[in-house]
Every structure is written in structure tokens, then in C-alpha cells.
T-cell receptor
Framework: AQSVTQPDIHITVSEGASLELRCNYS??????LFWYVQSPGQGLQLLLK??????LVQGIKGFEAEFKRSQSSFNLRKPSVHWSDAAEYFC????????????FGSGTKLNVKP | GAVVSQHPSRVICKSGTSVKIECRSL??????MFWYRQFPKQSLMLMAT?????????EQGVEKDKFLINHASLTLSTLTVTSAHPEDSSFYIC?????????????FGPGTRLTVL
């Protein structure tokens, strides 16, 4: 069965510091992988996605993520965090053969210190 | 592009009434839409998959007679919470699957906050 693990529930970083949010998945083949961001009371905004090809993907707002098959990971990174990045971040696995159903991780809440 | 809207954004209703939530893909056609439920400080849980022109498929544990889904067109899916009760209060989010340009991505609506008194 598919599952997505985000081991960090909360992360606090200082503005300007680098950021890495972890995501591990369990899936029999190579899944589609996504990172979304959610601000309080809002829907989800797509940051980036991986389907195939280059394992380092660039997204919006300066985010990038790297797919590592050997580690079943898809960690999200940003070299310099801005106060406006404070939000909740969700990693998701898409199952191509099942209408691309998504399975979400439990989310990581990012706080940014001034 | 790839904008999904939901209406209403907030709704408060009395226990026992029914509430309809609309999900629209504004600039693309979506043969598949999804409905999720999100409890406070929790992740999104998939409730059902809505396919245009056919019956929705529900995830295990979701009551199909309570959460009625209709996907009558390629740009509109509706979720009706029938005989709502306080435990149905939640944040409901829809997404629409876009298969254009060879990619396969879900785009999410802004969500609907349902409060049942």
C-alpha cells in the first residue's frame, strides 16, 4: 500500500537560513511526487512535481526537490527562507494507474523566525 | 492557468440539513475530480474520486449515501453532505486532475469550511 511519511511535524528556521523538509514514500513503482504548500484556511498550491527524468526539480518561490530512488525520498529544499514561506507543507504521492489518486503526508508546519 | 474554484468558501448550517459544495475547473476540462476532507491540524484525507459521467468511487469508510457526489460536466463536480451533523464539520477541499501537455497533476480549490451547529 502507498504511504507518505513526513517525519518533521514542526520546523522553525531563521529568516535567511536554508531549509530542508523531508519526505519518504512507500510505493511499488516510481510514483508521481508532489510538494504543495497550504496557508492557514486556504487550499493547496503546487510548488513542484516529479514525474520522470532529471531527479532535481525546480519549483516556484525558489524551492527545489530531489528524488532519490534508493532512499525513496523526495526532500524539499530552499537555500534562503523568507518570512512569507511560513506555512504548512505537504508531500504527496500520485498513483498513475489509479486516476492519479494522491496520498498525502501528514504535513510539516514551517515557522520562520525574524 | 489551472485554476479551481469552490463555492461556498464558508457555510454554517443546522444539524439535519443538507449542504451542497461546488467545485469548478475554470480554465481546463477535468474528467476526474477528487474530494478531500481535512480536520484541524491534520492532513488531507481522500474521500472519493469523481469521474465525469459515471458514479463516484468512495474510499473505504466514507458513506456514499451521506456524501453525494455528482460530476455532470467536465468542469463541475458537486459534493452534497446530506443530513449534516456536527461531526461533519470540517474543511472540504476539491481538486481537479489536469492531463494537458503530457503531465498529470491535481490542482486544488481553496476549500470550503463547513460548520454544522
Amino acid at each position: 500500500a502507498q504511504s507518505v511519511t513526513q517525519p518533521d511535524i514542526h520546523i522553525t528556521v531563521s529568516e535567511g537560513a536554508s531549509l530542508e523538509l523531508r519526505c519518504n514514500y512507500s510505493y511499488g513503482a516510481t510514483p508521481y511526487l508532489f510538494w504543495y504548500v497550504q496557508s492557514p484556511g486556504q487550499g493547496l498550491q503546487l510548488l513542484l512535481k516529479y514525474f520522470s527524468g532529471d531527479t532535481l526539480v525546480q519549483g516556484i518561490k525558489g524551492f527545489e526537490a530531489e528524488f532519490k530512488r534508493s532512499q525513496s525520498s523526495f526532500n524539499l529544499r530552499k537555500p534562503s527562507v523568507h518570512w512569507s514561506d511560513a506555512a504548512e507543507y505537504f508531500c504527496a504521492v500520485g498513483v498513475p494507474e489509479d486516476f492519479n489518486k494522491f496520498y498525502f503526508g501528514s504535513g510539516t508546519k514551517l515557522n520562520v523566525k525574524p | 492557468g489551472a485554476v479551481v474554484s469552490q463555492h461556498p468558501s464558508r457555510v454554517i448550517c443546522k444539524s439535519g440539513t443538507s449542504v451542497k459544495i461546488e467545485c469548478r475547473s475554470l480554465d481546463f476540462q477535468a474528467t476526474t475530480m477528487f474530494w478531500y476532507r481535512q480536520f484541524p491540524k491534520q492532513s488531507l484525507m481522500l474521500m472519493a474520486t469523481s469521474n465525469e459521467g459515471s458514479k463516484a468511487t468512495y474510499e473505504q469508510g466514507v458513506e456514499k449515501d451521506k456524501f453525494l457526489i455528482n460530476h455532470a460536466s467536465l468542469t463541475l463536480s458537486t459534493l452534497t453532505v446530506t443530513s449534516a451533523h456536527p461531526e461533519d464539520s470540517s474543511f472540504y477541499i476539491c481538486s481537479a486532475r489536469s492531463s494537458s501537455a503530457g503531465t498529470d497533476t491535481q490542482y486544488f480549490g481553496p476549500g470550503t469550511r463547513l460548520t454544522v451547529l
